[in-house]
Structure formats: structure tokens, C-alpha cells
């Protein structure tokens, strides 16, 4: 894997390399203490989103993508309406073999441009403590951390159990 990557909208053939990805990632990403709660939080996003992807962001007015390289998805996100002029980045994901090239870098820049194409100036974003790498690549572009929070309830956006979440934004 080392060729050019490309960035196009999820088809429904890419749900099985999607649902894998987004599995794997959060598997990874699970402290041995909170296995469990990760496996839940995995059950509860597939079945809320996950496995019905098209469904869920048109219905807040968004879209989902991938990362394809050499017809392999390296990574994936999506946007969806938060508020008028804005839209909320969620499940961005880079394959653990693909990092460190620059994917994620550009799927946000990517997710950006959309923004202002859909004429909301406005992205905003979370992700957890146990995200060390996102955290420092949305610092780094520019965006500000507006709130910080310790997430006790679970959802299909966030995993509770006590992880600290950081919430940022960037005007566009």
C-alpha cells in the first residue's frame, strides 16, 4: 500500500470493509479495563449507524466517505448537519496499517472543503483521550478545543465509562 489516495463517497458495496475498519479501530483503541464497554459501544454503533450508513447521514444531511487506496479502504468519515452553518466530523478512521501518510491530514482537509461547499463555515468535531494522534492532528490544523468533558453515558457517538472527551472547532 503506497499509491495515490483517493477520497470518494461510500458505496454499498464498501459496507463490509467499513464495518471491519470501524470494528478493528475501536478494538484497538479498548483499555484491557474497558474491553467490555468498548464491545458494547461496538454493538450499539453498528446497529445505530455502522450498518446503515447511507440511511443515517442523509438524514441529517451529511454524507459519508472513504479513503481508497489501490481499490483498498484505508480510512473513512462522515459529516452530518450541527446547526445551521455547521456540520460535525464523525468516524474518522485510518487503517492501523496505512497511518502515518498523511490519510488522515487528508481527509480533513477534504471534510473541510465540503463544509464550504455546503456553505457551513463552521466544522466541529470530538474524540477521547485514548486518541493521542487525532488529538494533536486537529491542534495542529487549527482547530480549538471549546469543551472538555468526562463522558459517563454511553451513546453511539461517544463510549461513557469515564473517558475524557475533548470537543473542538474551526471556523472555515
Known sequence: MAGEIRIRAFLPAD?????ELFIQVNRLLAPAHLAEAFEGYITRSLAEEIDRLADYYSSRNGGFWVAIDDDEIVGM????ASGEH???LRRMYVAPGARRRGIAR???G???EECRCRNRLQLQLSTSELQQDALALYRNAGYENVREEIA???SNKTLG???RRYHF???L
Open 161 to 163: 465509562g469515564g473517558i
Open 77 to 80: 468519515f462522515g459529516l452530518e
Open 15 to 19: 459496507a463490509a470493509a467499513v464495518r
Open 152 to 154: 459517563d453515558a454511553a
Open 169 to 171: 472547532t474551526k471556523r
Open 86 to 88: 455547521a456540520m460535525e
Open 106 to 108: 487528508k481527509m480533513l
Open 110 to 112: 477534504f471534510a473541510e
